[in-house]
């Protein structure tokens, strides 16, 4: 530190010597202006600062406080009417604060700003452009503190305003004015933001000068520089400002001056833009001028071999300055870029043969003659010697223009890329055809696009800009891409939307790897890479026609080895999108079953030594237990070559190093591939178990001992990710056994190799990894990998293995990190369901207390999971009831089951993702609630309230799943008999509120459940007065007739579900009636006869799939409720007198009989339907 003040002591000490001779030169008292001699040397000791301030940065500047201090003595002794030390004193500030990168203090800007502001209005305009230039370096990241000056700056009438306006006749001065606007709208972090009327002011000077074009008095340079600050400008009040773009207007104007940006100055393009763009489903018009050179081009591409080797030879020298000069801006490149791109084109060169561009018209799979790759070839592949030259005069001013022109369209890139996120995904696809290429029509040429800079720019930091935008449009478009069908041939008058759709993302697949197979930039590769994988992600292939992923999964296949490690790593990112895809399409299982070799050798980058070591990872972990002729225990006769690949890359030391860029990324060991690509490797093979288990089976043990492998490393990120991939296997294992599964029994992983794999995992790794306390996520893996154990493997395991699995979940419930606690006590809710534990009263009881200490955590999550628990526990406890009896019973505490059902109570007013499983918990406590315990006094209170709580619930405006569980609780509650089901003053609000819901909720699943719940009671007793009774039946009768009333399409489907179950239930109250609550049925049915036999008839009628329920589906079972409900009606209407004596069975008899009438009528046209059909 002292070495490095020595070397700088003037730096500081000139500072001060230079404010003590300012401050030498204040005039004497009474003097106003300063002599001629002091105005001299004012002059000279400005020159000396400037000229100090212009050389090389020093390594220890002055201090800020130095700066400003100086800055307001020298303008202190300026008088405004001195105009050319008015002039010095602005460079000075200028070159000082942007020098040494000072912010300048509150007080002393709001000096200096007023200094500026004064001598803008009273000073000659020849000293403006120094002026605003000092302004510029005042204001920049000082915005928030500049608000008492911004009625001079952007008022109506303010400074900058008028000075950036388009009739400025001094482009300089209106630069500098820009400038100065774009500064002040920096955005710092935690202070104000400009008012909404000074932002709008600077979006539309921006704006307009975006829109504005060259004059010939205007060179190149200048006017780059003054796009770039409009567009540096937009991006601010975009990002800072928070900026939403909502005006159609607004939007299109943006858009179409920054489509023009986007291209200025591009080689071999001239395009002709709108004032605005307008969001419409179809390509529009942006006039397309092509050049002499472009107009030549057809001729070019049509090269023979020898001429393009030729072209190679000559591209090399400037193409290596381009991209030095474009990374060297960029700033986060690798300084070694260029040797590793010669490096990379002498490998080309070695190998022509081997160059992935050779197989380009392969990839593109597009007519010859028509769209052959060379027709894209980039511009920049074909810059001859003269043009990128700087030797003489006139070749550095042109690559100098170059410079700027590729500087302006980074920056009209990189704010698209900030207006993307500023405009609502649905708007901003009403662009997608200006920004995103369609197949050109039979004789037109193709709109530019994105792809055009993607494929052309001979930039490869803006190449990578536009990538980067087409990934940001591209993400979060598959609800918009979801239309996109060209599966049938279109033969219409018109083209379909889906069919235009369809055509953009085939052009999208074929432009993205043709420039896949031009591109030399190890940047701009990776964000090709990472475009695809976006595209990948949201393209709805199901719906197009096949091939698009076979090429995209063959020419990535060369990039996995490639010498840097971010295109591997975003290689294989792209190969995880593929196998991710959701549809399980035939192509992706076909091109799993390539064989290893295919594709792996074809790159001049490539390493040969990978597709060895997958081999040699085949030869040293062969498959426990498999037959001699099937070495790698798989069905097919090549396994999955991407596994291997995958494990390979994970497991297996590297062979030779890959790049520099590796230094980028240390790892615990360099023996091992770097972090990320291992990283991404074990993401790849989690998706690959995830959506293709039946394939990634035959290696189940092998795969196990991956993830053994990584879980016993050292870096947590390796181990986590490991966990993610013990939990998909073991997820993958649980959907094959689940009752539903399409999955035969002898296809599943049997039962025996399960328990093995899971006995390597306990005796390995696993409990280790939970009880990694210094690393929370990667606990909360490993609990969510222990709960995803098969339960027939689990009561296979030894016991002393089970009590290790159930002694570490309990332990971890007490973990003090949410996270932990949270997949603690889920995992325990999927233990207690496992039926060598659920009949353990003492694992019961303990699962219980760590459910119930974690349901009163201060962590909503951790309530949520607990409650979630809970409501298994409680299943659990129905079940043993069921199945047990009285025995368990006996064994279980009252004490726990009171405090269960407090905590449940408590839980039931929670937020909604802890009360849906509350209130599901209460029904089962409820009902398996003994008259022992509802007689104890301590119940009495606890239920009381416990059942107010379900009731409030019903009626509540919660979220439709909790009032489907509360429902359900209620329903749950009215199976216990032992409780005083229509005595109590509770019964009475329950049917109320189920009685409402049934008739007026707008989710009809809901309904459902309610009127489900109101056929439970299986006594008439338990539904109290006549009057309850019958309030219950009109209610019903209501719903019945609202059925079809739906506000949400989406609600109707259910409509034919809740018809039958509201059926049901006024059948099963039908079949309990008693004599007295017949004649106010009767006036109900009187009022809505032919409605209720409508709907009777046809609930007698309707398929059995229908029925949600799960209650009889059986059309002669329902026709046996009708005749039990006719039976038992008869009964009571021989004890009545009078009229309503016999009308209640007559009408269900007659709904009876005109069943029984259609019946046979669709029997008998059945044969006759055939019969004519047979004549046919």
């Known amino acids: 530190m002292a070495a490095a003040v020595a070397e700088q002591p003037e730096q500081g000490g000139s500072f001060r010597r230079y404010l003590a001779r300012l401050g030498a030169l204040r005039p004497r008292p009474g003097a106003e202006r300063p002599d001629g001699s002091r105005r001299t040397e004012l002059h000279l000791l400005f020159d000396q600062l400037i000229s100090e301030s212009c050389g090389a940065a020093p390594a220890a500047g002055p201090g800020p406080q130095d700066v400003c201090a100086l800055l307001v003595q020298a303008c202190q002794l300026v008088h405004l009417d001195q105009e050319h030390l008015v002039s010095k004193v602005c460079q000075l500030i200028h070159h000082l604060l942007n020098r040494f990168q000072v912010l300048v203090d509150e007080q002393n800007l709001n000096f200096l700003l007023s200094y500026c502001i004064s001598a803008l209005k009273q000073c000659s305009s020849w000293t ?87 004059t010939s008095d205007v060179d190149d340079i200048t006017f780059c520089m003054l796009l770039q600050n409009a567009l540096k400008g937009i991006q601010s009040l975009l990002n800072g400002g928070k900026m939403k773009l909502m005006h159609t207007d607004q939007i299109g104007s943006l858009l179409a001056v920054l489509k023009k940006c986007m291209f200025h100055g591009l080689p071999g393009l001239s395009i002709e833009m709108p004032a605005a763009l307008y969001p419409v489903p179809l390509p529009q018009y942006d006039k397309r001028l092509p050049s002499k050179q472009e107009q030549l081009e057809p001729a070019t591409f049509k090269q023979t071999g020898n001429r393009r080797k030729k072209s190679k030879g000559k591209q090399k020298k400037g193409e290596s300055v381009e991209e030095g000069r474009d990374l060297g801006d960029a700033g986060n490149e690798s300084a070694l870029g260029a040797d590793m791109m010669k490096l990379h084109l002498g490998n080309v060169q070695k190998s022509p043969g081997s160059d992935p561009r050779s197989r380009a018209s392969d990839v593109a799979n597009v007519p010859a003659g028509k769209d052959h790759l060379s027709s894209h070839y980039p511009s920049w592949k074909r810059i001859s010697s003269s043009e990128s030259e700087y030797s003489d005069a006139e070749g550095g001013i042109q690559s100098k223009v170059r410079s700027y022109q590729a500087n302006v369209r980074q920056g009209a890139l990189a704010c698209f890329l900030s207006a993307i996120k500023s405009i609502e995904k649905r708007v901003l696809y009403g662009y997608w055809s200006a920004f995103v290429p369609d197949a050109p029509g039979i004789g037109s040429p193709q709109s530019v696009s994105l792809m055009t800079i993607a494929l052309k720019d001979p930039s490869p930091k803006t190449r990578a800009c536009a990538l980067q935008v087409l990934s940001a449009i591209l993400e979060g478009s598959k609800q918009f891409l979801s239309v996109a069908e060209d599966v049938n041939d279109h033969k219409r008058a018109f083209t379909p939307f889906s069919v235009t759709i369809a055509s953009s993302i085939r052009e999208l697949h074929r432009c993205l790897l043709l420039a896949l197979v031009a591109e030399s930039s190890s940047q701009t590769l990776t964000q ?24 995209v999964w063959n020419q990535i296949k060369p990039y996995i080895c490639h010498k840097d490690v971010n295109v591997r790593v975003s290689s294989l990112t792209l190969l995880g999108a593929i196998v991710s895809i959701q549809v399980p399409l035939p192509e992706v299982q076909l091109l799993l079953q390539q064989p290893s070799s295919s594709g792996l050798s074809h790159s001049g980058t490539t390493t040969p030594h990978r597709s060895n070591s997958s081999e040699q990872w085949r030869k040293t972990l062969p498959s426990e237990g498999e037959p001699p002729d099937n070495p790698a225990g798989c069905t097919s006769p090549e396994p999955c070559w991407l596994l291997r690949l995958c494990v390979s890359i994970i497991v297996l030391p590297r062979e030779d190093s890959c790049s520099d860029s590796d230094a980028n990324f240390p790892s615990f060991s360099s023996v091992y591939e770097p972090c990320p690509l291992r990283l991404e490797a074990l993401q790849v093979l989690a998706l690959l178990v995830k959506g293709h288990f039946p394939m990634a089976q035959s290696y189940f043990l092998e795969l196990g001992e991956v993830a053994c492998r990584c879980m ?15 939990e998909e296997l073991g997820t993958g294992v649980l959907q094959q056994y689940k009752p539903d599964s399409a999955v035969s029994p002898d296809q599943r992983v049997p039962v025996s190799t399960v328990v093995t794999f899971w006995t390597m995992m306990l005796n390995g790794p696993l409990p280790g990894t939970l009880q990694s306390s210094p690393h929370p996520t990667l606990q909360t893996s490993a609990c969510d990998a222990l709960s995803s154990i098969l339960p027939e493997a689990f009561s296979r395991l030894k016991n002393e293995q089970q009590i290790l699995c159930v002694t570490l979940l309990l332990g971890l419930n007490h973990s003090e990190n949410p996270l932990v606690k949270a997949a603690a006590a ?275 009628k309707s398929d059995a799939e229908e029925n949600e329920a799960g209650t009889p589906t059986d059309l002669g079972e329902r026709e046996g409720v009708l005749r039990g409900a006719i039976e038992h009606l008869g009964g009571l209407e021989k004890q009545l007198q009078g009229k309503a004596r016999v009308r209640v069975s007559l009408y269900l008899q007659d709904i009876l009989t005109n069943h029984a009438s259609a019946a046979e009528l669709r029997g008998l046209e059945t044969p006759l339907l055939v019969t004519s059909n047979l004549h046919f």
Request: hydrophobic share 40%; aromatic share 8%; proline share 4%.
């Open 128 to 214: 403006h452009v120094e002026i605003v230039q000092a302004l510029a370096a005042l204001v920049y990241n000082n915005g928030p503190k500049c608000q008492k000056h911004l009625p001079d700056l952007l008022g109506r009438t303010g400074l900058l305003v008028q000075l950036s306006d388009a009739a400025q006749p001094d482009v300089e001065l209106r630069r500098a004015a820009v400038r100065s606007m774009a500064n002040l709208c920096l955005s710092v972090p935690e202070q104000p933001y400009l008012d909404e009327s000074y932002r709008s002011v600077c979006f539309q000077t921006f704006l307009s000068v975006l829109q504005s074009s060259k």
């Open 826 to 1100: 889920r995992a325990l809710g999927v233990y207690i369901l496992f039926s060598c534990l659920r009949q353990d009263v003492m694992f019961v009881a303990d699962t219980a207390n760590a459910i119930l200490d974690s349901l009163h955590d201060k962590s909503p999550n951790v309530r949520a999971k607990a409650a979630w628990s809970l409501g298994n526990l409680t299943d659990t406890l129905i079940l043993n009831m069921e199945t047990m009896g009285q025995s368990f019973h006996e064994e279980f505490s009252d004490l726990l089951l009171l405090k269960m059902l407090r905590s449940a109570t408590e839980a039931s007013k929670d937020r909604d993702k802890v009360k849906s499983n509350a209130v599901r918990a209460l029904g089962n406590v409820l009902h398996f609630l003994q008259p022992y315990h509802i007689a104890n006094p301590r119940f009495r209170e606890a239920i009381e309230e416990s059942l107010q709580a379900l009731i409030s619930t019903v009626q509540s405006e919660a979220t439709m799943k909790v009032r489907w569980n509360a429902c359900y609780a209620l329903g749950n509650v009215f199976k216990n008999p032992a409780l005083p089901l229509g005595e109590a003053p509770w019964t009475a609000q329950a049917y109320s509120a189920l009685s409402s819901v049934v008739k007026s909720c707008k989710n009809f699943k809901v309904r459902i459940k309610s009127a489900m719940a109101l056929s439970i009671p299986s006594r008439r007793e338990c539904y109290g007065s006549t009057e309850q009774f019958c309030h219950i039946w009109s209610a019903l009768v209501v719903a019945l007739q609202k059925s079809e009333d739906t506000e949400d399409f989406l609600e109707f489907k259910y409509s034919a579900s809740l018809r039958t179950q509201i059926c049901q239930a006024l059948l099963h109250l039908l079949s309990l009636a008693k004599s007295t609550d017949l004649p106010v049925l009767w006036e109900t049915i009187t009022e809505n006869r032919d409605a209720i036999k409508s709907y009777v008839l046809q609930y007698l």
């Open 528 to 551: 090709i890479v990472k475009c695809l994988a976006n595209l990948v992600s949201n393209a709805p292939y199901s719906r197009l026609k096949p091939g698009l992923l076979t090429r």
């Open 712 to 726: 016993e490393e050292m870096d947590p990120s390796i181990q986590l990710h490991g966990a993610k991939l013990l």
